[in-house]
């Protein structure tokens, strides 16, 4: 079976203590998932990790997935992170892939749970950080869920490059001149059959 990891987080607060708590999840995540196969079990070890190395008001929400592509799932633990979607090419629904579980480092016991979709031809799969949706116009309005949704669901007959590239650009026409905010992350995969 061919497999594929990817994994999207976001630290509370800017500077050097966020960069710091990003390079602990970092090197906690290499050397944890060479003996940690399930991700609920990683998760949590990951989560008590960062809650030992940061202050109460420093967190990471944390998304992880594994795609497996010889059966077409994505298994996946939410860690307080923004929800995923699954748009489902065949009939246009949308799933939000939820959280399990409280953001990484907010407490010390946090049970995560393993959850699976199986992704049907044509189904995409799109990962985001906040800077996506909370990007502003010069009037602060924010881009936002709703205008994120239409902008997927009305480009799936795309690859996942070209979507990826229309998402990019309807940020960009939204916020116009504006100086970003945040920063923007953005992964997405696509079945194509």
């Known amino acids: ?13 800017k500077g050097i203590p966020a960069s710091l708590l990003v390079s602990t999840l970092h090197a906690s995540f290499r050397a944890y998932i060479q003996t940690h196969s399930d991700l609920a079990h990683l998760v949590t070890r990951l989560n008590t ?5 940061t202050t109460p008001d420093k967190f990471i929400t944390f998304f992880i997935m594994i795609l497996d592509t010889s059966a077409h799932t994505v298994t996946y633990v939410n860690a307080g992170h923004n929800s995923p ?3 489902r090419g065949n009939n246009g629904k949308i799933e939000e892939l939820g959280a399990s579980g409280l953001p990484l480092g907010m407490m010390e016991t946090v049970e995560y749970q393993v959850s699976t979709q199986q992704l ?9 950080t906040d800077g996506v949706t909370e ?9 936002g869920e709703d205008r994120f949704r239409k902008c997927i ?13 229309k998402i990019l650009i309807d940020v960009r026409e ?16 696509k079945r194509m059959n």
């Open 1 to 13: 079976p061919r497999v594929l990891g990817a994994m999207v987080g976001d630290v509370s607060g």
């Open 49 to 53: 990790v960062m809650y030992e190395n």
């Open 85 to 87: 979607y699954v748009f």
């Open 120 to 128: 049907e031809p044509h189904d995409v799969v799109v990962l985001y």
């Open 135 to 143: 990007a502003m116009d010069k009037s602060q309005d924010q881009y």
């Open 153 to 165: 669901s009305g480009s799936l007959d795309s690859s996942a490059v070209a979507l990826k590239d």
């Open 174 to 189: 939204f916020v116009g001149l504006e100086p970003a905010s945040d920063d923007l992350t953005l992964l997405v995969a």
